[in-house]
């Protein structure tokens, strides 16, 4: 087992400097401007290296000057990045998963760039059993932000693009003593569903749209009802989003059938499930629900979709079309339908909800879907 309790740099205070040491050493030109950036990062806790491929000084962990190389890599970018509408894809490879302090300042950091997707491998967990620890992963992971433990691959490819190797062969030895662990340990941390998610990305993955650039994620806002006295109370509401890793993929419907059969047992009681998903599921989640409406015969199942994945594809039509010859209820989000997830699943702060661009492509979705079904 990894030790937790290996020393890194100490945690930032809100006001801690961005000393100039944390500069990169050998940054690269500005690139043009083009419509989607990819910004690839292996962070350290000692040094970082950033593609287009630049590299970090040691980072200073002076008591006066403490910053870690998170926070460095966000000065950077913001320098080398002003403008915050355009679209990157930023992806780090971390030594030690963030502390608290970063992962909120992350957080902060993605709501300013709202078009920007963020990647993070990491090949340890810093404190994984300290709660405060946990909870700033599950920050990161309910902003939108990819978790996963580094693997092979992800060795290989700081090794080719980070390392000066001189020629020398990448050797994967010792690289995945505690790799089975850690995954699973972050999987544990993550894989409770989210109470509610952040008003732009509800806004940003839920709109009836044909065409969704950019939103290759899946989330899926839940309510659970449970027969009780022969009438329906809730039990449980939340919010999963698919995992994308490509050793490790684990789509939104899959999340939600895993934590089910955890949280509810007992096949034969009476349910009343609810999905509201920014996507229609894809064929292999159709066959899994099926199946998993077999073992709980007594549930119904009600699926709500903002768009429909690969709707001109068969395989993704017939996928549907099992769905409701299983009994599900298939319809695409219709206004009420997203107020609700706003009133429900989105941590709005008091904002009034609007429904202005949700509903952009509603007609031909509810249009193709009634096609699919008939």
Known sequence: MADSSVPRPSDLSEDSPHPSSCLPLACSQ????????????PVTSISSCYSQATTLQPCPVHSWATCHVEQCFLSWFRD?????????????FLSWSPCPTCAKKVVEFLEEYRNLTLSIFTSRLYYFGDPNYRQGLRKLWDAGVQLDIMFCDDFEYCWDNFVDHKGMRFQRRNLLKDYDFLAAELQE???????????NT???HFPN??????????FLCFQVEREDD??????????????????????????????????YPYRDEYYNVTWFLSWSPCPTCAEEVVEFLEEYRNLTL?????????????????????????????????????????????DHKGMRFQRRNLLKDYDFLAAELQEILR
């Open 302 to 346: 009600s699926i709500f979709a903002s768009r429909l994945y690969y709707f001109w594809d068969p395989n993704y039509q017939e996928g549907l079309c099992k769905l409701w010859d299983a009994g599900v209820q298939l319809d695409i989000m219709f206004c009420d339908d997203f107020e609700y997830c706003w009133d429900n699943f989105v």
């Open 189 to 199: 941390i993550l894989r409770n569903p989210m109470d509610r998610i952040d008003p």
């Open 209 to 218: 749209l044909l065409y969704a650039s950019g939103r290759k994620l899946c």
């Open 202 to 204: 509800f806004r940003f």
């Open 80 to 92: 080398q990045y002003p403008c915050r509408d355009e679209y990157y894809n930023v992806t780090w």
């Open 230 to 263: 022969f009438s329906y109370n809730d039990s449980d509401r939340g919010v999963f989003r698919n995992k994308v890793h490509p050793w490790a993929r684990c789509h939104a419907e899959e999340c939600f059938l895993s934590w089910f059969r955890d949280q």
């Open 30 to 41: 500005p690139q043009p401007r083009c419509p989607w950036k990819e910004v690839t990062v």
